[in-house]
């Protein structure tokens, strides 16, 4: 069955659909991206696990190789079989795999001297190679790798190289096997979809429509749910407000109930916004909870992320258990309370507007690293999933392709295009620590510094990173020099203690920091929404809110008085969440934004995080 809409095909049987291409999936943050692209492309693509048998993958018109968080010489590691090369179609290995495709076919794979994350130039070596034929001779590229391939297999040759990878791209032409070090179908990577679209155009692909998300969708939604009903989480973000129209759409409004739970830990004015867009629509069957005590009360004395994550997702449950009781509607995955019938139309699923970046960071497939547990992730939701209680019409969109089912269900426009905002909302926001951290081994950053005494979550290599941030100072501190923005990706790559670079904004040198012990309260909760909120207002009236992708602004546990905090401005430029780059602020916003944050009270430092993604995530949590 195709999984409508999505970047992924999961077949009936072992054989792979006739004229796909077949993306073996190592474990990369990115496999299902490639797949994304190649859809957009106009080729069919399915997704299969890298140890997928040459002989299942007869019929296909060509296989991608996707990166991985392993090593290929590591034991365990992903790997294909090599007698896919002896299928006689295209090959492409992109990072891991290019990577294997040097160590299977008698090449050489090592440690690299330097790690690369983030961008890099690639020097075009063999302009006339299918890939590269009248691309400029150097541009920008996606990197995010610690190994390197060393020697050549016989019979290829290089094709492109970094200023740190000799053989960032390498080929056989004859055999129409190729491998690229970089991420090609990551936006960052200019012209990466022109490369692509020349290996996939080698394949001769059978062609594949995006049209018609929403119907497409809507019939996998009726085969799944059959009978049942569904109790649909609602957080008034993009996702999930897609997800609800959706059901609704579908299912009719007899058979799906929404329950907004009021956390503690949203947005200004939120929960009175989204009742009102609610009301604009139409739709009536959303309820309403104001659980914000037993969040916060849950939450006291909490520090660690992973931890913050799970209670979060379980309390939830715990709401949604007792609400749908409190309705009549039983507990989800069980019949109506007092229907008195055990018939399949009593019972209720769980809806939830989970996206693929959700899963793939939690350890979404079998070689994936885990990142970071999604509030929708936890064991108990997972539990769920593998009854088949759980209905998550959107798993395998990613953001962009969110936004456009939304447009093709008739949401309104500036409901679509908000900016994205964490389920956990202000949870992974608000940083905890319950004492001062530093790393013991930094390394030399020659500029006027501060190491951070809190760590942040980072993917790099494909792996998860929990490391500390480190803030550079300047003469102006309302203008970033454009120096500290490349910082921003040779620091992390060469100083493992790091994942983040941030610019501070508010001093012009590092002051003495006093760190403040501190977990989630309400009114940590209170001054970040008001800083949010500063930060949202500034953003449309410099009339950059749909310019920037997203802006989260988080609260730091330290400042330069006695219960004095922090606050990160994070600005990206993004399309799907799987990457991202740093937004820059016009010095004038960034100055009005700093002087109205460091006017609220507890409030001593404000940074502007200049990082990536890779090497840091959107969310520092």
């Known amino acids: 069955m195709i999984s409508s809409g999505s970047a992924c095909y999961t077949a009936p049987m072992n054989s792979v659909r006739a004229g796909s291409i077949v993306i073996l999936d190592s474990g990369g943050q990115y496999a299902h991206l490639i797949g994304n692209r190649v859809r957009r492309l106009g080729a069919f693509s399915e997704i299969r696990i890298a140890e997928t048998k040459a002989e299942d993958l007869r019929g296909a018109a060509g296989i991608i190789l996707s990166g991985g968080p392993q090593s290929v010489y590591e034991e365990g590691s ?27 076919l008698g090449g050489a794979v090592k440690p690299g001297k330097i790690k690369e994350y983030g961008h890099a130039d690639l020097n075009i070596v063999t302009p006339e190679s299918v890939l590269f034929r009248g691309l400029p001779l150097r541009f920008g590229v996606w990197m995010s790798h610690g190994d390197e391939v060393a020697d050549l297999p016989p019979g290829f040759s290089t ?42 155009d ?110 979060i997702g379980q309390t939830f449950l715990d709401v949604q258990k007792r609400v749908s009781e409190e309705m009549g509607l039983g507990m989800v995955g069980s019949p109506s309370a007092g229907s008195g019938q055990t018939s399949q139309s009593d019972v209720w699923m769980l809806g939830q507007g989970t996206i693929y970046p959700d899963t793939i ?26 009854k088949g209680l759980v209905i998550e019409p959107l798993k395998d969109l990613y953001k962009d392709e969110v936004r456009a089912l939304g447009e093709e269900l008739g949401l309104p426009s500036d409901f679509v295009w908000r900016h994205p905002f964490p389920g956990p909302g202000l949870g992974v926001r608000i940083l905890c620590a319950q004492e001062l951290s530093l790393p013991k081994e930094i390394g030399t950053v020659d500029l006027p510094h501060l190491v951070l005494p809190v760590r942040s979550v980072g993917v790099q290599g494909d792996g998860r990173t929990y490391r500390h941030a480190v803030a550079l100072f300047g003469e102006h501190p309302s203008e970033v020099p454009h120096a500290y923005r490349a910082m921003a990706t040779t620091i992390p790559n060469a100083i493992p203690a790091f994942n983040r670079v941030l610019f501070c904004s508010s001093h012009t040198a590092p002051p003495p920091l006093i760190f403040t012990p501190g977990y989630l309260t309400r009114e940590r909760a209170d001054l970040l929404r008001e800083a949010d909120a500063v930060v949202d207002e500034e953003l449309r009236r410099a009339d950059l809110y749909s310019v920037i992708w997203q802006f989260p602004v988080v609260l730091l546990p330290f400042g330069t008085k006695e219960g004095g905090e922090s606050i990160v401005l994070r600005p990206v430029e993004s399309q799907e969440a799987m990457t991202a780059s740093a937004a820059p602020l016009p010095p004038a916003l960034l100055r009005r934004i700093t002087d109205r944050l460091l006017a609220l009270p507890g409030i001593d430092m404000v940074f502007l995080d200049l990082t990536s993604k890779p090497p840091a995530t959107i969310e520092w949590e």
């Open 159 to 200: 094709l492109a190289s970094s200023d740190t990878c000799t053989i960032a791209a390498m080929g056989d032409e004859e055999r129409r096997i190729f491998g690229v070090q970089f991420h090609l179908e990551v936006t960052h990577t200019q012209h990466g979809m022109e490369i692509l679209k020349r290996f996939v």
């Open 202 to 311: 080698l394949c001769e692909p059978a062609p594949w429509s995006m049209e018609g998300f929403a119907k497409r969708i809507g019939q996998e939604i009726a085969q799944t749910v059959g009978d049942r009903r569904v109790f649909m989480l609602v957080s008034g973000g993009v996702d999930s407000s897609v997800a609800f129209t959706l059901l609704n759409d579908v299912l009719g409004v007899d058979r799906v109930q929404g329950l907004l739970v009021d956390t503690g830990l949203m947005r200004k004015n939120e929960v009175r916004n989204i009742r009102q867009a609610f009301d604009r629509l139409g739709i009536t069957n959303l309820q309403i909870a104001d659980a914000s005590e037993e969040f916060f009360r849950n939450l006291k004395g909490i520090y660690d992320p992973e931890e913050k994550r799970r209670i």
């Open 78 to 104: 992903p790997q294909p079989d090599p007698a896919i090369f002896e299928l006689g179609i295209p090959v492409l290995g992109i990072c891991y795999g290019h990577q294997w495709v040097a160590h299977a």
């Open 361 to 386: 960071e939690t350890k979404g497939t079998k070689h994936a690293d885990h990142i970071k547990t999604h509030h929708n992730r936890v064991a108990a939701i997972q539990a769920m999933i593998e």
